[in-house]
Nanobody, 118 residues
Framework: QVHFVESGGGLVQPGGSLRLSCAASGFTFSSSAMSWYRQAPGKERELVAS????????NYADSVKGRFTISRDNAKNTVYLQMNSLKPEDTSVYYC???????????WGQGTQVTVSS
């Protein structure tokens, strides 16, 4: 079955950096677009960044463009999110899923908490 395990979150000061990882299994990872989402308390889950399976270009939410970078390692079935210049408004639980514009699966992992605070 489909499985996502997110990791790498933590507490960081404004302006700091974190690198999130998501290990995926249960589907053909290498040919699947992958995305990162985030959900803050009381808010809907939002798409942060996506990367195609083969070819194409990455896409980012306007709020993170120029600060976040999504990448993948198909040999490890893992997608990453490098987050630089973090802001308090980036505080959320971050999740990954397959798909480019909407989640391909109804299953979600446990997510990883990112807290940006001084």
């Amino acid at each position: 079955q489909v499985h996502f395990v997110e990791s790498g979150g933590g507490l960081v000061q404004p302006g700091g950096s974190l690198r999130l990882s998501c290990a995926a299994s249960g589907f053909t990872f290498s040919s699947s677009a992958m995305s990162w989402y985030r959900q803050a308390p009381g808010k809907e889950r939002e798409l942060v960044a996506s990367i195609p399976g083969i070819g194409g270009s990455t896409n980012y939410a306007d709020s993170v463009k120029g600060r976040f970078t999504i990448s993948r390692d198909n040999a490890k079935n893992t997608v990453y999110l490098q987050m630089n210049s973090l802001k308090p408004e980036d505080t959320s639980v971050y999740y990954c899923n397959a798909g480019a514009r909407r989640p391909a699966f109804g299953y979600w992992g446990q997510g990883t908490q990112v807290t940006v605070s001084s």
